[in-house]
T-cell receptor, first 114, second 117 residues
Framework: NAGVMQNPRHLVRRRGQEARLRCSPM?????VYWYRQLPEEGLKFMVY????????ESGMPKERFSAEFPKEGPSILRIQQVVRGDSAAYFC????????????FGPGTRLTVT | AQTVTQSQPEMSVQEAETVTLSCTYD???????LFWYKQPPSRQMILVIR??????QNATENRFSVNFQKAAKSFSLKISDSQLGDAAMYFC??????????????FGEGTQLTVNP
C-alpha cells in the first residue's frame, strides 16, 4: 500500500516562473492538506481539499497561489510568478475522512527560487 | 486561534538516557488532539504519538510517552533509552475537534534533538 506521493521532490524555478507541485494521496483517502515549511520554521497550514472541493484555504496567500484536487488525478498546488520568498518545503498530507486521527505525510517538495 | 509553543530550539541527550521535550499550547476549546511528529534529515514527517484531550491517561508508544496536563495546556514528550536514530527535529502539533476547523494541524516551531554516542 503506497504512501502519500509527491513530485517532484526538488524543483528549481527562476523568479517569475510557475511552480506546480503534485500530491497523490494514499489509496482510499479523499482528503488532502497542504503545508509549507519555511527554512528553520515549523509547518504552516495552507489549504484543505476534498475531491473537487476546497474546504478551507484560510492559510493560503491570497495572490499567486491556488490548489485543486480533481475527481481524477493528483492534487495540485500551483504557484504563479514565484518569488524568492516562496522557497520552502511543501508538504502534502492525506486522511481517509474528516476527523480521522492521523494525517499521513508525503516526503515533501523542496522548491528553490533563484 | 490556537497556538503551539516549543520553547527549546535545541536539546541533546546521551545515548541510552532519557530526555523530555516541552510543548505548551493555547486554545479555548475543550475537545482536541495533540501530536508529536518527528522529522529526520530526510524531512519525512513521522507521527510519533497522539493524545486525545478527553483522555486523562497519558499516551505511550514503546520508548515514547507524554505528560499531558490539560489545565496547564502542557504536552511534553519523554523519550526513554534514547537511540542514535532518535536524532531529529520534533514538532508538537494541535488539531481541533471542531468541524469548522477542518482538521488542520497547527505546529510548533520544533526542537532539534541531538543524540550523543
Amino acid at each position: 500500500n503506497a504512501g502519500v506521493m509527491q513530485n517532484p521532490r526538488h524543483l528549481v524555478r527562476r523568479r517569475g516562473q510557475e511552480a506546480r507541485l503534485r500530491c497523490s494521496p494514499m489509496k482510499g483517502h479523499s482528503h488532502v492538506y497542504w503545508y509549507r515549511q519555511l527554512p528553520e520554521e515549523g509547518l504552516k497550514f495552507m489549504v484543505y481539499l476534498q475531491k473537487e472541493n476546497i474546504i478551507d484555504e484560510s492559510g493560503m496567500p491570497k495572490e499567486r497561489f491556488s490548489a485543486e484536487f480533481p475527481k481524477e488525478g493528483p492534487s495540485i498546488l500551483r504557484i504563479q510568478q514565484v518569488v524568492r520568498g516562496d522557497s520552502a518545503a511543501y508538504f502534502c498530507a492525506s486522511a481517509i475522512r474528516t476527523g480521522a486521527y492521523e494525517q499521513y505525510f508525503g516526503p515533501g517538495t523542496r522548491l528553490t527560487v533563484t | 486561534a490556537q497556538t503551539v509553543t516549543q520553547s527549546q530550539p535545541e536539546m541533546s541527550v546521551q545515548e541510552a538516557e532519557t530526555v523530555t521535550l516541552s510543548c505548551t499550547y493555547d486554545t479555548s476549546e475543550s475537545d482536541y488532539y495533540l501530536f508529536w511528529y518527528k522529522q529526520p534529515p530526510s524531512r519525512q514527517m513521522i507521527l510519533v504519538i497522539r493524545q486525545e484531550a478527553y483522555k486523562q491517561q497519558n499516551a505511550t508508544e514503546n520508548r515514547f510517552s507524554v505528560n499531558f496536563q490539560k489545565a496547564a495546556k502542557s504536552f511534553s514528550l519523554k523519550i526513554s533509552d534514547s537511540q542514535l536514530g532518535d536524532a531529529a527535529m520534533y514538532f508538537c502539533a494541535y488539531r481541533s475537534d471542531q468541524e469548522t476547523s477542518g482538521s488542520r494541524l497547527t505546529f510548533g516551531e520544533g526542537t532539534q534533538l541531538t543524540v550523543n554516542p
